[in-house]
Nanobody
Framework: QVQLVESGGGLVQAGGSLRLSCASS????????MAWYRQAPGKQRDLVAA???????NYADSVKGRFTISRDEAKNTVYLQMNSLKPEDTAVYYC??????????????WGQGTQVTVST
């Protein structure tokens, strides 16, 4: 199993930025795709961004142009840079490791989540 630990969440004003980090327990990027999900109260957990083992990325339409997923293999860490934050971005953000194809992501491991709150 892959152990994942998120950090970097917090309270920011609308228009601000945050960078979330997800540290993994080992070198996993060659065989695992990585993703960020978010879940707001009363809503389902939705995919925000993903990066495959080959480095391909994709994003939910709601965050395109504002969020960037990246990884640092030397640090076994995946990041989510969030810019131009909006109140509707408020959610618990989770990182996940799993398998991905062109049109799917199947998570096998989850982090504990980190809260992001964007104030007006």
């Amino acid at each position: 199993q892959v152990q994942l630990v998120e950090s970097g969440g917090g309270l920011v004003q609308a228009g601000g930025s945050l960078r979330l980090s997800c540290a993994s327990s080992g070198s996993i990027f060659r065989i695992n795709a990585m993703a960020w999900y978010r879940q707001a109260p009363g809503k389902q957990r939705d995919l925000v961004a993903a990066i495959t083992s080959g480095g391909r990325t994709n994003y939910a339409d709601s965050v395109k142009g504002r969020f960037t997923i990246s990884r640092d293999e030397a640090k076994n860490t995946v990041y989510l840079q969030m810019n131009s934050l909006k109140p509707e971005d408020t959610a618990v953000y989770y990182c996940a490791a799993g398998a991905a194809g062109t049109k799917y992501f199947v998570p096998s491991s989850w982090g504990q989540g980190t809260q992001v709150t964007v104030s007006t």
